[in-house]
């Protein structure tokens, strides 16, 4: 793992960081990092193409959390709840937006994510963009924002189908404070 950039506010404060991953194991590092920034209230977005690891991060993220029950991705249920109440106080909702329009207020509505916006507990919003103009009306910022994608390959690499590929392709991760 590499970690290509960090900005600093005047203040000395991490604003953000940027790594490039080349294994799962490197984005569990990088998510125990995150998951000592992670407060009561944290509104986390992750934003990146379809398997780039977004769900990959959140998994490790609650590992490093200490959950250790079954972490399911919310790609059908749109939601799932995490208990992390024991060990830090508050619940860990992961939203995957994915297959939602974001184009009717009901539609949000009833997904619940209005009732998990009380100041105690965590969200980890996949496809955080399918909000759309409803970010105002929910009062929804992120405290933390992931941007993960496959980085490029430089141009005189070989092309190759991603399924006869031997070695990980490489995950850009920007993390925004």
């Known amino acids: 793992m590499s970690k290509s950039h960090i900005k600093y506010?005047?203040?000395?404060?991490?604003?953000?960081?940027?790594?490039?991953?080349?294994?799962?194991?490197?984005?569990?590092?990088?998510?125990?990092?995150?998951?000592t920034k992670i407060q009561k209230g944290d509104i986390i977005f992750l934003h990146?193409?379809?398997?780039?690891?977004?769900?990959?991060l959140t998994r490790a993220l609650l590992r490093a959390l200490?959950?250790?029950?079954?972490?399911?991705?919310?790609?059908?249920?749109?939601?799932?709840?995490?208990?992390?109440?024991?060990?830090?106080?508050?619940?860990?909702?992961?939203y995957d937006l994915y297959r939602i329009s974001g184009e009717s207020?009901?539609?949000?509505?009833?997904?619940?994510?209005?009732?998990?916006?009380?100041?105690?507990?965590?969200?980890?919003?996949e496809w955080p963009e399918r909000l759309k103009s409803f970010r105002s009306f929910l009062r929804l910022e992120p405290t933390i924002e992931v941007f993960i994608d496959f980085c490029e390959l430089p141009q005189d690499a070989p092309q190759k189908?991603?399924?006869?590929?031997?070695?990980p392709r490489k995950i850009c991760l920007n993390i925004l404070k």
Do not use: C, W
């Not at 189908?161 to 070695?167: D, K, Q, R």
């Open 48 to 56: 990146g193409n379809l398997g780039a690891g977004k769900t990959t």
């Open 161 to 167: 189908n991603p399924a006869e590929m031997t070695v």
């Open 9 to 35: 506010s005047s203040e000395g404060r991490v604003m953000s960081e940027s790594f490039i991953l080349n294994s799962e194991e490197e984005m569990t590092l990088v998510a125990g990092q995150l998951a």
């Open 105 to 125: 207020p009901d539609e949000l509505e009833n997904i619940g994510i209005r009732d998990q916006l009380n100041q105690k507990d965590v969200l980890v919003i």
């Open 66 to 94: 200490g959950f250790e029950g079954r972490v399911k991705s919310p790609t059908f249920t749109v939601m799932e709840p995490y208990d992390l109440t024991h060990l830090h106080g508050f619940f860990l909702y992961h």
